[in-house]
């Protein structure tokens, strides 16, 4: 198995898992910035997706990956497409969960506001999701992984600290899961252009069999 992992930033991702059904690893990227002209790495990322993907994004194609990268409509098809998908992140620079959930609520509500879905249940799903993360501490290699069911409009965040017993929330707000999705999936507005990118690539070429 070992020898069939794809490595993105020397982190080895499977080609494949397993939830109900097998998902393939069909994007992967990292997060970064730039601090004082170095670029920081941040995560490596994995987006798993249904293959089954492809029957419902038809209509690009023929479209070159570079094509795709740049449509958000795309994206949003992508998204809302009902097929199971799954995001594995692993840590690569250590960063304190809180931090990690401020950024993720920021987006998150950025993106609600924006739509003008922002009300008091979102706000607390998103609380929950902050005080969930607020006392963890990922050390490199830590696992954050988002199961997003192909069947309900919900998402299950699991986190798996080194030595320790993974812990699990269960997200029961549509909007607040969707804009998590749009944060890592959303096109020219993800939170990983290199992740998009590459998917982008992938589905063209799935798409163009």
């Given amino acids: 198995m070992e020898n069939n992992m794809v490595m993105v930033h020397e982190i080895p991702f ?3 898992i397993k939830t109900t059904k097998p998902l393939s690893l069909l994007g ?17 990322i994995g987006v798993y997706l249904d293959s089954d993907v492809v ?3 038809q209509q690009w194609k023929g479209k070159k990956g570079n094509e795709l990268a740049e449509d958000d409509d795309f994206f949003d098809a992508l998204i809302s497409a ?6 594995r992140i692993v840590v690569i620079k250590e960063i304190k969960g809180s931090q990690y959930g401020v950024q993720l609520e920021s987006s998150v509500r950025d993106r609600l506001a924006a739509e003008d879905m922002y009300e008091e249940e979102e706000e607390a799903a998103l609380e929950k999701i902050v ?9 490199k290699d830590t696992l954050i992984t988002f199961h997003f069911p192909a069947t ?3 998402a299950e965040i699991v986190v798996t600290l080194e030595g320790k017993e993974e812990s699990k929330l269960k997200v029961e ?3 607040v899961v969707d804009m998590i999705k749009k944060w890592y999936l959303g096109g020219t507005s993800g939170v990983s252009p290199s992740t998009i990118s590459s998917l982008a690539d992938n589905l063209s070429a799935e798409l163009s069999k």
């Fill in 55 to 57: 029957k419902h994004l």
């Fill in 28 to 44: 992967y990227g990292i997060t970064d910035m730039e601090i004082h002209f170095l670029q920081i790495k941040f995560t490596a």
């Fill in 152 to 154: 309900s409009p919900t």
């Fill in 82 to 87: 009902p097929v199971e998908k799954y995001l």
């Fill in 173 to 175: 707000n549509k909007n």
């Fill in 14 to 16: 499977p080609p494949e």
């Fill in 131 to 139: 005080e969930f993360l607020q006392s963890k501490y990922f050390k």
